[in-house]
């Protein structure tokens, strides 16, 4: 099981809603990993980084720079203590990072003898990437959803959308092209990581938001003229 922290938030109409953010433990990942059928055996395998940080009293500034890693490519293994594989992003990139964001991040490489210990990482981080695909996988799911709700009421304004379905055309737009971004940050990850018989299914995910969900909201736009 994941951690799961429970927050109440409230939106703009004063609406209050119950988030739960289920965070992957390393243990998750390995299962995931290990479960996966993926060969551990890879390149450079026994080259990793270790990234610490200290965030005091600033809990959206921690988040963030929580976040901001692990899309850069960190496994999680505990509080502000991630490892990077040397073939996803070097040393000088993480400082480069923390230079750029005022972060005081502690950055080593490290030489990893133990066989065992190169499997566990391996295949932990595997996992990792299988998981990210999976979240991704997850906002296509539902953005296809609110497609869906946009092309069967192309009549409606931007304000009625909002207000009758709780999607809006702009927010659609944003969620898409956050999805790409996304999609084109965890596929430059498997291929760094990867082997060429890996299978992390990114084409058929590219697929899906490339064409499914872009090409048909780009119709959606043209009948409502928002693309002239």
Not at 191 to 207: H, I, M, Q, V
Request: net charge negative; with cysteine; proline share 0%.
């Amino acid at each position: 099981m994941g951690i799961e922290h429970a927050e109440l938030k409230t939106d703009e109409k004063g609406k209050t809603k119950l988030t739960v953010d289920r965070r992957k433990t390393f243990t998750d990942y390995l299962r995931l990993g290990r479960n996966s059928g993926i060969d551990v055996n890879r390149k450079d395998a026994d080259s990793w980084i270790l990234v610490t940080y200290d965030v005091h009293y600033d809990n959206a500034k921690r988040n963030w720079v929580r976040e901001k890693i692990k899309r850069m490519g960190g496994l999680w293994k505990n509080d502000s203590t991630y490892l990077v594989p040397k073939s996803v992003l070097s040393v000088e990139e993480i400082q480069e990072f923390g230079k750029h964001s005022d972060i005081d991040l502690f950055v080593v490489g490290m030489h990893v003898d133990d066989q065992e210990v190169i499997q566990t990482l391996t295949q932990a981080y595997i996992g990792k990437l299988i998981d990210d695909l999976r979240e991704l996988e997850d906002t296509a799911k539902d953005s296809y959803k609110k497609l869906k709700i946009i092309e069967e009421n192309v009549d409606l304004s931007e304000e009625e959308l909002k207000e009758k379905h709780d999607v809006s055309f702009r927010g659609f737009h944003n969620r898409i092209n956050s999805a790409v971004l996304r999609l084109e940050t965890i596929t430059e990850l498997c291929r760094k990581y990867g082997n060429e018989d890996d299978s992390f299914k990114t084409e058929l995910l590219a697929t899906f938001i490339n064409k499914t969900l872009k090409d048909r909201f780009e119709r959606v736009k043209d009948a409502k003229g928002l693309n002239k």
